[in-house]
């Protein structure tokens, strides 16, 4: 059993991640009975910005509730307070999320939001001039990979996976630090011995099945996002969950046609700079996705900045910088495509900027995603599968009570 | 010009008992009243806590002291409209007269134009829209002055009224009337509404059986318009009742930040009368946390718990009203061990709505008072010399100040009568001198 530590200056801790004035909550339980998404078995955002009032910063970010709130805005509408409390929630996750980050990076950036544009413009120069200068064929000999413009595609390529590696490492020790967290305070654990009761084999799958279920339902289809109260969503703008939909599967499918083109055009035809026509799947594919992608953000900046409802009347710095980075990498990205398969002549001033930003934006992108609220991304299913995980064991435990040893046949003389 | 020692601007509980303290102490004092019987609130009400006496029993005799004493003018139907501080301690008002359609002098009180009068219009006033009412008639039985009045606005202008009347006092050519007057204080004593705006979760004012306090005040009274209980959808006795706590006060979002007070006792003492009145009825108290500060109040909190009212700590977030049976579900985190988001059936719920002031800031641009943050009127040093107003000889009593219940009001009208006094024989004049602390600095936030 570890001990819990009390924070108490947790709640002007938690001004760095949002504005939010728990401090006048009063606890009525309003907003979690307003909420659309809670459940018997879990009370927010009453029950969070009460261990927040407390200083429970660790149990606080350890909860599942954090995860289960897509911030439709329905509880501050009803607040008596005026308290905030999505916005509080909103603020928990960053703080969450800055907490399981362990260089340290995300609460500096949340501190001082300068300091972002310090660390983009660092990473930034380093990338550009490696762009812009490293000959690649020094090391690796190949100079024939030359992409569009006269960038090295190995530049790119080893580039990537050497930054890649290291977010890698940065996550997975946040994803580490955040599975440890909740192992120390889930209350479900609690459940006498129930590790032991219950077999490998029977652990292995229920992890499995859980796995899949996560992934399908809050991956893929978003569903517990779509439950959340559409009347709230006038019928003639397209709805949150669609607007998130479209980001989520343009995301999924341009990482997708980007592996995939690494696959097929580097690894099977050892031609990874290779022109290919704009009907080959792959290409197809980020076509579509690309336009997904733009599709969502642009109508999600566009509402933030007209704040057409609850949900979209408070952003935060990282809300249009990740929105506009998504923005940015989904035009160009669309534009370089569209280059390739132009007359050359005519977009050649263009194709040196497009390439640049494209590649920083995407950089940008994905160094900022352990830092900031763009992590949701890996955090919220990752705790959610864990949760339901750990429900699922305790369900199999109690509808198969302990397997004690049939009874022998009992010979009863008539 | 007429002269008096005081006005009084509200002819509620307080302002009639400053009425008769003064007139009592020898002043020559003007009581009006913008409705057309005195009485105010109180005498809409069935019983007080935490005594369980009958209100009527104790608003009527001082209403007809009042009302009878010497030293003592009413005018109902009456506003001020005007005023000048003459800054030699009197204050020159000019009162509105509006019209009554109904000769004083004549109206015996009969009611037989209320007899004669085809129109059955929502009773707003007060029985608070739980009956109908014709648009001529002696406002209600015990109404002072016990004569009749005539509404303009549900007139139908049949005449069937004046040719009933068997002294012909009605009469359509009364017109607004302006009256100059002299005082040498004025007392605002203007009380105050329930909450008027109603969470859009709670229906907004559109379910049939989501009810007011003041509204079950009215089932509850023995004046009441039905004799009993009802639910307005359909008639029938609910079996469930369920009250919702500081459902118009403590509420940012409706502009009521504040406690208003009175909502926690008035509830425990409605679901005490409902225990005898609806016998088989279970009574629900929904509530955050019960205020029952005053003398006796915690006692009677208990008695009300031991008599089987059910108390449920969490506060109600929303109703849903099921559209065929207009039942009604409430959604509530409720808090102790079994706690948790839960649903439950209810046939009528009362929201205890809180209290905000009559007197308005548009009010105050006739008689200048400052208000306060909660908009109620500020009292200069309403800690040590209650009742003080901005402006020096203009006083205000009861719930105009702030949230009060019976008990307090009567006390502060007694208390502004002894300060009216002290100012008319020339005191109170230094208290006005000394640098105000303002004393509530903030509200909400
Ligand atoms: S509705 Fe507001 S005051 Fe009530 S518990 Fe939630 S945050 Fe606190
Ligand atoms: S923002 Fe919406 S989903 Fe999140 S806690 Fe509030 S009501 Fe629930």
């Known amino acids: 059993m570890s001990v819990l530590k009390i924070k108490p200056n947790l709640i002007d801790e938690m001004q760095d991640y949002g504005s939010f004035d728990v401090n006048t909550c009063f606890n009525c339980g309003t907003c979690t009975a307003t909420c659309p998404l809670v459940k018997e078995d879990s009370q927010f955002p009453r029950m969070l910005i009460r261990l927040a009032q407390l200083g429970q910063s660790d149990k606080l970010i350890a909860s599942k509730e954090l995860w289960a709130c897509y911030y439709c805005g329905d509880c501050s509408a009803s607040c008596p307070r005026e308290a905030d409390p999505a916005e509080f929630m909103m603020a928990s996750r960053r703080y969450a999320i800055a907490n399981y980050d362990v260089t340290g990076i995300s609460k500096s950036i949340y501190k001082n939001k300068l300091l972002v544009f310090l660390y983009m413009l660092i990473t930034g120069i380093i990338i550009t001039a490696g762009l812009v200068y490293a000959d690649t064929s020094r090391f690796f000999g190949n100079t024939d990979h030359k992409l569009m413009g006269g960038y090295y595609y190995e530049t790119i390529h080893y580039g990537g996976l050497v930054f890649g590696s290291l977010l890698g490492l940065v996550i997975l020790l946040g994803v580490y630090k955040m599975y440890r967290n909740i192992d120390q305070t889930e209350p479900l654990r609690k459940q006498e011995g129930l590790d032991t009761k219950l077999s490998l084999s029977v652990k292995a799958h229920l992890l499995w099945t859980t796995f899949w279920e996560t992934l399908i339902n809050e991956g893929a289809l978003q569903k517990r996002f779509k439950r959340e109260d559409p009347s709230t969503q006038p019928a003639h703008r397209p709805s949150r969950w669609v607007i998130h939909m479209t980001i989520v599967w343009g995301f999924v499918g341009l990482a997708a046609a980007t592996a995939l083109d690494y696959l097929v055009k580097d690894l099977l035809l050892n031609d990874p700079a290779g022109f290919v026509p704009i009907w080959y799947p792959i290409r197809l594919l980020g076509i579509v996705s690309g336009l997904l992608m733009l599709y969502g953000t642009s109508y999600s900046l566009y509402f933030r900045w007209k704040k057409v409802s609850d949900y979209y009347n408070t952003s935060n710095f990282d809300d249009w910088l990740i929105l506009t980075l998504i923005w940015f990498v989904g035009l160009t990205g669309f534009l370089a495509t569209l280059f390739v398969y132009l007359p050359q002549n005519l977009v050649l001033g263009w194709i040196n900027a497009v390439l640049i930003i494209h590649v920083l934006t995407v950089s940008w992108l994905f160094m900022l995603l352990p830092f900031t609220k763009f992590g949701h991304m890996m955090y919220r299913p990752l705790a959610l599968w864990i949760y339901d995980y750990q429900e699922q064991k305790i369900a199999y435990a109690q509808s198969h009570p302990m397997e004690t040893p049939e009874p022998s046949p009992v010979l009863t003389i008539s | 010009m007429y ?96 019209p009554r359609f109904v000769d004083m002098d004549k109206c015996t009180g009969c009611n037989d134009c209320a007899e004669a009068c085809p129109v059955a219009a929502i009773d707003l006033g007060y029985d608070e829209g739980m009956s109908y009412k014709k648009a001529v008639g002696v406002p209600f039985a015990t109404a002072l002055p016990q004569k009749a009045a005539l509404d303009i606005e549900s007139c139908i202008f049949c005449g069937k009224c004046a040719n009933a009347c068997p002294t012909q006092a009605i009469n359509f050519d009364h017109r607004e009337e302006e009256i100059p007057i002299n005082v040498g204080a004025i007392v605002i004593a203007t009380g105050f509404y329930e909450t008027p705006t109603i969470r859009e979760k709670y229906g907004g004012g559109k379910f049939k059986n989501v009810i007011t306090g003041k509204q079950m005040e009215r089932l509850l009274a023995p004046t009441g318009p039905a004799g009993g209980v009802f639910r307005p959808s359909d008639g029938k006795s609910p079996g469930s009742i369920a009250y919702v706590q500081c459902a118009g006060s403590r509420d940012a979002t409706i502009g009521v930040p504040y406690c208003s007070s009175i909502c926690c006792m008035f509830a425990i003492k409605q679901a005490m009368l409902l225990s005898a009145a609806v016998p088989l009825a279970e009574i629900t108290v929904y509530y955050m946390d019960i205020r029952a500060f005053g003398k006796g109040y915690e006692d009677f909190y208990e008695e009300a718990k031991a008599m089987g009212v059910e108390f449920v700590k969490g506060k109600v977030a929303q109703i849903h009203e099921d559209d065929e049976t207009k039942d009604l579900t409430v959604s509530v985190e409720v808090f102790g061990e079994d706690g948790g988001i839960q649903k439950v059936d209810h046939d009528l719920v009362v929201l205890s709505m809180g209290v905000v002031p009559q007197w308005t800031a548009d009010m105050s641009k006739i008689i200048p008072v400052q208000l306060g943050p909660d908009r109620f009127i500020r009292e200069i040093r309403f800690t040590e010399e209650p009742g003080l107003t901005s402006i020096p000889g203009v006083f205000a009593a009861g719930m105009a100040t702030g949230p009060k219940d019976i008990v307090d009001s009567i006390n502060s009208g007694s208390s502004v009568a002894g300060k009216v006094a002290l100012w008319l024989s020339g005191g109170l004049r230094e208290e006005y001198e000394v640098q105000y602390i303002p004393l509530i600095p903030t509200l909400g936030k």
Not at chain 2, 22 to 37: E, N, P
Not at chain 2, 52 to 77: G, Q, W, Y
Not at chain 2, 79 to 97: A, C, M, P, T
């Open chain 2, 3 to 98: 002269e008096y020692d005081a006005l009084i601007v509200g002819a509620g509980i307080s302002g009639i008992q400053s009425a008769i303290d003064l007139g009592d102490m020898g002043y020559k004092v003007l009581m009006i009243d913008k409705q057309s019987s005195i009485g105010g609130t109180m005498i809409q009400l069935s019983k007080v806590f935490p005594t369980l006496d009958c209100a009527s029993c104790i608003t009527t005799p001082k209403m007809s002291t009042a009302f009878h004493h010497d030293n003592i003018e009413v005018r109902t139907l009456c506003e001020v409209k005007h005023y000048k501080d003459l800054e030699d301690g009197r204050f020159e008002v000019i009162l509105k007269q509006n």
